[in-house]
DNA sequence: GCAAATTAATGATTTATTCAAG
DNA sequence: CTTGAATAAATCATTAATTTGC
């Protein structure tokens, strides 16, 4: 086992250790037709896609020698996602429409369309929705904190009907803590590194947001 | 602004869906190895990368036409990344070595490495780093509660050496509840959605792990 | 010896917190 | 002070172990 060589890819962390796990499963190799793929060049990309290391060239000298990268970086003016009016209204009327945790093909609609008013990112949408849930979350408590009785019966219940077939209720969402929700995501990594990649999608069975709280 | 046809081609979250949770009946048939493997590409990618809806292939009367797979498949499972026990070494080498939340890039590299053992994707890493990092801290804490005096001032400082070049201290972690560290991800969104897929990053400057905490 | 039933691990997501740019 | 960004804690949900009845 190159475990040096390994290590020494890696940079830093570099191990040695006989890694001497306890031998259980006398399994072979399952590399099945996988190790085939292009495993040294970093073609991959899963996770968080595209997720790139925090360039923050001001401080702390960075000891990596990839400094060089001229400009490309993250043009947008600044460092951080600066909203115009339209996004954040747009954005508003989704969430307002149900939406909240938009999938990555959700996202990437979004941000197309985001991006005909001002420089976005995906990331900066997945932000957007989780942040304003979140405090969305934390205003409506603060508020109830003031107001300590009921308002949990009869909440209110803000139906939005968007284009004839969109009916939400606001409720539900801040009340319970922990919302319990069924998962509907899940990654899915292209394993494709020759050239066909991000081909064509099937979402489908997607939640949009719990109901009946159910209790709790 | 058009939130018809905004939402209209976002799909918009039809008030349907309550796909209740999987877990159901406990008797649910294992049938291992669904895998979506069929055309669950994804064409989006951002944000956590390839992450795509949950297809849940499963029940759904006999509908599915995948069952023909009689065995294999995607080797390890089907949904889940199953680790080999090579992968799960490494990785808790690197683990002991002082990685905790490595980058885009390292991910990548681990990631193309430990592909050579088994199926394995970068968030597959990402979370196993995170997962592991949560849990060796859970144990500390739990072990530590049997344990209700000092163990804090001189904390074991496990200063490892490995091949005559690292040196890594084990604590400092698991001490601080929350930890700061220099932010170190960032998403990048691929605006190309035509064919030009995972092209090629920049990543630099990006920093292993916080070795002084820098106070909070 | 199996295979369903149960339990233990742990992979994958979501939610809560925290940090810091503007 | 507002809020984009990032991390950690809490949870959910599978998969493998292990147990149990035949």
Redesign the interface.
Known sequence: ?K??Q??R?????????S???K???P?A????H??A?????????????????????RK?G?S?Q????PK?ETQPGGTRWNPTQ?QI??LE??YR???RT????????????L?KYGKI???N??YWFQNHKARERQKLKRSSLGFTHSARNSAPITTIT??T????MERSDEDSPYK?R?????????ED?S??????????????FP?HPEGR
């Open positions: 086992m475990v040096h390994l290590a890819e890696f940079g830093e962390y570099e191990p040695s250790l890694l001497g796990c031998r259980l499963c399994l190799p399952k590399l099945h996988h190790q793929s292009s495993s040294d060049t970093v073609s991959s990309f899963d996770l968080k896609c595209f997720i790139k290391p925090e360039s923050d060239p702390l960075s990596d990839k400094r060089d990268s490309v339209e209204g747009i009327m989704l429409g149900g939406m938009p999938n990555a093909q959700k996202i990437e609609q979004i941000t197309a369309h991006g990112e995906g990331k949408v997945f968007l284009d077939r969109v009916e939400i319990r069924c998962k509907s995501w899940s990654f899915e990594y292209l590194e050239g066909s990649p991000c081909k064509e999608e099937e979402n489908r069975t997607l939640e949009l109901l």
